[in-house]
């Protein structure tokens, strides 16, 4: 169900952006308006995060096998690095056009298709805005998350190119090279704040304090847990592992200690972030 889900709704990204692609470009290149020009490689950024998030999503949903026994978790920050690298170098792109524009004088064609393609593009943004993030809050997906970031970026960005065919309109042109600027350094901004997140998902960052928290509570309020000895957790690609250790009383049974480990299992891996909980036994005499 997760992985249907998220596939609909990557294709319908794929598809928006598409359609937001070839209009910013008819458009930028009929009026002649850099930031909207600019503003259209933007969209083609977006189509190639939803294209990687596609596959990533259908490898990543593999289950484990003998080459990869704890799954195929990592392949969603792979491509969160990969269009990390390529908004990086789209917006550098955007930044040389945009040097090079004070130097060549453009024609410029500023009339209300400019200001309808600004629009409807803000509009279709917002609307990915609000699918992506509630898929990603169902789903706990990182990539959708930072998908729903982007495209909420996307809104100021187009916002930045209607407030700059405006000051073109009233006859300084300069100010489109300005917001031109402002498009391409946010890109190359954007992609490195995805690439450092992704990053931390193959490195094996902690997860946040409240994830490991609820996981210690939940362990601790299985019957026959007397205390925690050690709690360790880190991120494998976009899920959770976590090791950790479980007093119990030592005069119990060994089946009756395992029956405990094996709870104390089931409670963590039914966390939604969590894919594996390794749980450690340590017997302790009772005072």
């Not at 997860?207 to 709690?231: H, M, Q, S, Y």
């Amino acid at each position: 169900m997760y992985m249907k889900r998220t596939v609909k709704i990557t294709v319908v990204g794929m598809a928006l952006n598409a359609v937001l692609f070839a209009i910013k470009l008819s458009g930028g290149i009929k009026s002649g308006s850099l930031a909207l020009f600019s503003d259209s490689f933007n969209s083609l950024t977006d189509i190639v995060a939803s294209v990687a998030i596609f596959v990533a999503v259908r490898i990543g949903t593999k289950s484990a096998d003998a080459d990869h026994p704890f799954g195929h978790h990592r392949a969603e920050p792979i491509a969160g690095l990969i269009v990390a690298v390529l908004a990086a170098i789209l917006g550098f792109e955007v930044l040389r056009s945009a040097f090079e524009s004070f130097f060549t004088p453009r024609e410029l064609k500023i009339d209300l298709l400019v200001f309808v393609i600004v629009g409807a593009s803000v509009l279709l943004k917002v609307f990915l805005t609000i699918l992506f993030r509630r898929e990603a809050g169902i789903s706990k997906s990182p990539a959708l998350l930072a998908s729903s970031i982007d495209h909420r970026n996307d809104i100021l960005v187009s916002g930045s190119v209607l407030v700059g065919s405006i000051f073109m309109r009233l006859g300084y042109p300069v100010f489109d090279t300005v917001i031109a600027f402002l498009i391409g350094g946010f890109i190359v901004y954007s992609g490195f704040r995805i690439g450092v997140e992704n990053v931390d998902f193959l490195m094996g960052k902690i997860p946040p304090p409240a994830i490991v928290d609820r996981c210690k509570t939940l362990a601790l309020g299985v019957d026959g847990v007397l205390a925690l000895n050690e709690v360790k957790a880190h991120y494998l690609g976009n899920f959770i592992q976590i090791e950790i250790h479980i007093e119990v009383d030592q005069n119990q049974t060994t089946a009756r200690s395992h029956d405990i480990a094996a709870r104390v299992k089931e409670m963590l891996e039914g966390v939604p972030a969590v894919d594996y909980a390794f749980v450690h036994v340590d017997p302790i005499r009772l005072s």
